[in-house]
């Protein structure tokens, strides 16, 4: 057998999706506050435009784009964000991303990411090869990462992050900003969230940071704001000042084809759409009617989706899950699959129904008539 790549084995921590799976096979009538996907069907507006451009396309020949993106969304997306459109590449996914940005850099780059964090974050460093310091995000730093005291040359960011539901103050981006400056490092930052942004002081982008255009890239996604998981378009933003756009251009030219028109259509067509923050509020109402009717030390779920719930003394991530399971019929996410530092809290999504919040609280015997 031809050899494999050694550094997969490097990933081989708990893989919790599957398990969940498994415990929930069979079980009806649950709670699923599990996993993060979207809970609302697809806005017509974006179904519409997606249409249209499908039809377009039995009309005339369209077929590969380029492969940073159409012009016609690179420019709108320009506009919102105040940048030049070269600055812009349009992708299926944050994922895809995170999973592409990282072979910019050499192999002997030092590398740190949040935990508990989206696991893409370490993997996709694990698995080229190179080695990942953690950054806890813990209670007793508020779960914001500290910049460590040793030199990183690229950092992993999330603000809102997940699975905490935590997002980044302003003075917390500057401190990394600053950094990042003062280290010659780079910082990828994941807005993945950015629309569940609601408090004043909690920036949503992180160049309003003063000399952040030097020092960070930045990744946004349809998927949570608009409901695209199931369509896939993304963008990363890749700052003149960085100097990597050459880099990326190839690196995508390379190894992308580009994301599908009709998609890109459907994304244009959720930057004007209406119904798109109203989604985004409804999720918040249901977070937040979370966060006051649950008892105990809930975390997050402000300026974001997910409620980082602390577990009972003296029980672990996974007992506090099956708790839930076997006792209420509640699906949530252990920690500490997220890494480490998630041991001791399960995650809930708010990417769910008030009529799903309400059963979820009477079943917990908090809902208050
Ligand atoms: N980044 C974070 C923090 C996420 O939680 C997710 C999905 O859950 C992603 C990125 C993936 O986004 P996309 O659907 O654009 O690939």
Not at 99 to 119: H, K, M, N, R, T
Not at 144 to 159: E, F, G, M, T, W
Not at 203 to 218: L, Q, T
Not at 329 to 338: A, E, L, M, N, T
């Given at each position: 057998m031809v050899k494999v790549n050694p550094h997969?084995?490097?990933?081989?921590?708990?893989?919790?999706?599957?398990?969940?799976?498994?415990?929930?096979?069979?079980?009806?009538?649950?709670?699923?506050?599990?996993?993060?996907?979207?809970?609302?069907?697809?806005?017509?507006?974006?179904?519409?435009?997606?249409?249209?451009?499908?039809?377009?396309?039995?009309?005339r020949p369209i077929g590969y784009g380029p492969s940073a993106g159409y012009s016609f969304l690179r420019d709108a997306l320009a506009q919102k964000h105040h940048i030049c459109a070269d600055e812009i590449f349009i992708s299926d996914g944050i994922n895809s991303d995170l999973a592409g940005i990282q072979e910019l850099f050499d192999i002997s780059c030092s590398i740190a990411v949040v935990d508990?964090?989206?696991?893409?974050?370490?993997?996709?460093?694990?698995?080229?090869?190179?080695?990942?310091?953690?950054?806890?995000?813990?209670?007793?730093?508020?779960?914001?990462?500290?910049?460590p005291n040793a030199h990183v040359d690229l950092i992993y960011l999330c603000s809102p992050g997940n699975p905490t539901g935590v997002a980044m103050s302003r003075s917390n981006l500057e401190m990394w900003v600053n950094y990042a400056l003062q280290e010659n490092a780079l910082i990828v930052f994941d807005a993945a969230y950015?629309?569940?942004?609601?408090?004043?002081?909690?920036?949503?982008?992180?160049?309003?940071?003063?000399?952040?255009?030097?020092?960070?890239?930045?990744?946004?996604?349809?998927?949570?704001?608009?409901g695209f998981t199931g369509l896939r378009c993304a963008y990363t933003?890749?700052?003149?000042?960085?100097?990597?756009?050459?880099?990326?251009?190839?690196?995508?030219?390379?190894?992308?084809?580009?994301?599908?028109?009709?998609?890109?259509?459907?994304?244009?067509?959720?930057?004007?759409?209406?119904?798109?923050?109203?989604?985004?509020?409804?999720?918040l109402a249901c977070a937040q009617a979370l966060k006051n009717g649950l008892d105990g030390t809930i975390h997050g779920?402000?300026?974001?989706?997910?409620?980082?719930?602390?577990?009972?003394?003296?029980?672990?991530?996974?007992?506090?899950?099956?708790?839930?399971?076997?006792?209420?019929?509640?699906?949530?996410?252990?920690?500490?699959?997220?890494?480490?530092?998630?041991?001791?809290f399960v995650r809930l999504s708010a990417f769910t129904t008030m009529a799903q919040v309400k059963t979820c609280l009477e079943r917990l015997n908090v809902y208050a008539h």
């Amino acid at each position: 057998m031809v050899k494999v790549n050694p550094h997969f084995k490097r990933t081989e921590r708990e893989i919790i999706f599957p398990v969940i799976e498994k415990k929930i096979e069979g079980k009806n009538n649950l709670v699923n506050l599990g996993i993060g996907d979207v809970a609302l069907p697809l806005t017509h507006s974006i179904a519409d435009a997606i249409c249209q451009a499908t039809q377009e396309m039995t009309k005339r020949p369209i077929g590969y784009g380029p492969s940073a993106g159409y012009s016609f969304l690179r420019d709108a997306l320009a506009q919102k964000h105040h940048i030049c459109a070269d600055e812009i590449f349009i992708s299926d996914g944050i994922n895809s991303d995170l999973a592409g940005i990282q072979e910019l850099f050499d192999i002997s780059c030092s590398i740190a990411v949040v935990d508990p964090g989206y696991p893409v974050f370490a993997d996709t460093n694990l698995i080229a090869g190179r080695n990942v310091t953690y950054l806890p995000c813990v209670a007793s730093n508020n779960f914001i990462p500290q910049p460590p005291n040793a030199h990183v040359d690229l950092i992993y960011l999330c603000s809102p992050g997940n699975p905490t539901g935590v997002a980044m103050s302003r003075s917390n981006l500057e401190m990394w900003v600053n950094y990042a400056l003062q280290e010659n490092a780079l910082i990828v930052f994941d807005a993945a969230y950015a629309s569940f942004i609601t408090s004043e002081n909690v920036p949503k982008s992180i160049y309003e940071i003063p000399g952040a255009r030097n020092v960070a890239i930045e990744m946004h996604s349809f998927s949570k704001s608009h409901g695209f998981t199931g369509l896939r378009c993304a963008y990363t933003i890749i700052p003149e000042e960085t100097g990597l756009i050459p880099l990326w251009n190839k690196r995508q030219n390379t190894k992308y084809n580009g994301c599908p028109y009709p998609i890109q259509k459907g994304a244009l067509a959720a930057l004007a759409c209406p119904d798109a923050p109203k989604q985004v509020q409804s999720y918040l109402a249901c977070a937040q009617a979370l966060k006051n009717g649950l008892d105990g030390t809930i975390h997050g779920g402000i300026d974001s989706p997910y409620l980082w719930w602390q577990v009972p003394d003296g029980t672990t991530s996974w007992q506090f899950f099956d708790h839930l399971l076997e006792q209420h019929g509640i699906v949530s996410i252990p920690g500490s699959g997220f890494g480490k530092s998630g041991e001791g809290f399960v995650r809930l999504s708010a990417f769910t129904t008030m009529a799903q919040v309400k059963t979820c609280l009477e079943r917990l015997n908090v809902y208050a008539h």
